[in-house]
């Protein structure tokens, strides 16, 4: 069998390298390591390129939200209903980030990954821990309940706060459920023309996210070098293998409740994955998830809702980090967790858990508070952490995000507002075949409510 002409294989690499924004990422990432290993001054340099893209992709978050939460309370035309998503919600995201924290400390008793390092805590560093965080703390319950509150309009847009954005949304959109389309006749439109507005200004600026990668990437490989490689190795290995193993019980969560896969939807975000590992940073493709879970088959306020309360509630990846971390910086320190001690550290971490969004270093302020109120590992071994914290970002943000992407198609399945039928047809690669309830134009190419017989064909 004859083989093409070589040049009929650069210009098929050449198409490829133009249309594909996965292709794109992947080559800026390769390209990233590259450059950060081989010329480390030029990889710091490059960091603003990772940081202008999550600047703006940030900027449009915040509006997103408000409008697909507030299209969806008012298109489904069913506060009850929209209540039971949030409750179903909160319950999903406390038995997932659960069974994170617990898969977690069985990988680090089974594999220990700090065995053997016998390090004094006398000689590490008791203020660098205080340099990362700012001295900064975890906020209480209390305030964190208050925190999600808006304090002004405004502030809520500016701030970027996704649970005051929320807030704001689910009020706006009751409201327009109580008034009626009658009274205020304009609103609901000029809010899915807004929300379109900003579709397709993020369409805009993924274009941008090659650059983003490539520089993120080579910040990364400059700053840690991969000699962080080898001294972590063991953390590094099993961070990640727990983390494989607990996305694969996701799987089959997701394979038990709606019959999806979790593998074919890996396939269909391949792009949004990739980005979110290159930047570090699993924000940087929330708008775009978002329209791809409304193509999906799941319904607006669904989407809306989940989404949003899943980025500061139902954080698997960090829930596994650290429940890892505690055992980690334990054995380093030659210090016996008892079983009830190790107990304790899944009650702490439950808790302490819940308030990292958005707190710069909450890592480590979630593992000093764990420490101290075992009261065996001292609060200074907290820094052995320090040097390969941020390559755990990817682990953190690929496992973030695939929970909370189960957990949209979950909760939409447990309340009937999830298309099977279109979640099949888009997942294997193919276009949607029924409308859809998802009610948006343009987030499957149709609209309409469908049957309930009709979804579970």
């Known amino acids: 069998m004859p083989h093409p002409p070589e040049g009929a294989f650069v210009r098929r690499v050449g198409r490829t390298l133009r249309s594909s924004l996965f292709a794109q990422v992947l080559v800026a990432l390769l390209v990233g390591v590259l450059v950060g290993s081989q010329w480390p001054q030029v990889g710091g340099a490059l960091q603003p390129l ?62 220990a990954p700090g065995a053997g390092m016998h390090v004094d805590p006398d000689s590490l560093d008791k203020g660098a821990v205080d340099a990362q965080t700012g001295g900064g703390h975890l ?68 274009k941008l996210a090659p650059l983003a990668v490539l520089g993120a990437t080579a910040h990364l490989v400059a700053q840690y070098g991969l000699g962080a490689m080898s001294t972590y190795g063991k953390l590094i290995a099993v961070c990640y293998g727990v983390a494989l193993v607990f996305v694969v019980l996701l799987g089959c969560a997701l394979r038990a409740v709606t019959g999806l896969s979790l593998w074919k939807f890996v396939r269909y975000t391949r792009e949004e994955l990739l980005l979110a590992l290159g930047t570090g940073s699993s924000e940087t493709v929330m708008p775009r998830m978002m329209q791809k879970l409304r193509a999906a088959g799941c319904r607006d306020d669904a989407v809306g809702l989940v989404v949003p309360t899943g980025y ?43 308030g990292m969004a958005g707190v710069p270093g909450s890592a480590f302020l979630a593992l000093s508070a764990t420490a101290s109120a075992l009261g065996v590992i001292p609060a200074s071994a907290v820094a052995l952490l320090l040097g390969v914290d941020r390559i755990m970002d990817s682990m953190r943000v690929a496992t973030n995000l695939l929970g909370n992407c189960v957990a949209v198609f979950v909760v939409s399945r447990w309340e009937g507002a999830l298309d099977r039928v279109t979640a099949r047809t888009v997942l294997a690669g193919g276009e949607p075949l029924a409308p859809s309830r998802a009610g948006t134009p343009g987030a499957t190419g149709v609209t309409g409510p469908v049957t309930e017989a009709a979804r579970d064909r």
Not at 83 to 110: D, H, P, Y
Not at 142 to 148: G, H, K, P
Not at 312 to 321: M, P
Not at 323 to 333: D, E, M, N, P
């Open 312 to 354: 500061s509630f139902n954080l698997d990846g960090a829930s596994i980090y650290l429940s890892i971390g505690t055992l980690f910086i334990a054995q380093a320190v030659d210090v016996h967790l008892t079983l009830g001690q190790q107990i304790t550290v899944v009650l702490v971490l439950m808790l302490t858990s819940k």
């Open 139 to 206: 906020p209480s319950t209390a305030q964190f309940v208050l925190d999600s509150l808006p304090n002004s309009a405004v502030g809520a847009f500016a701030e970027n706060s996704l649970l005051q954005v929320l807030v704001l949304a689910c009020l706006v959109g009751v409201a327009l459920l109580h008034l009626g389309r009658q009274r205020v006749p304009q609103i609901l439109p000029l809010v899915e023309q807004g929300q379109e507005v900003v579709f397709t200004v993020v369409g805009y600026i993924m």
């Open 50 to 111: 990772g940081d202008g893209f999550v600047r703006l992709i940030k900027a449009l978050i915040a509006p997103l939200v408000f409008c697909v939460v507030v299209t969806g309370i008012t298109k489904a035309g069913d506060l009850k209903s929209f209540g039971r998503i949030g409750v179903k919600a909160l319950i999903w995201f406390e038995a997932a980030t659960s069974v994170a924290l617990v898969v977690g400390l069985v990988g680090a008793n089974l594999l």
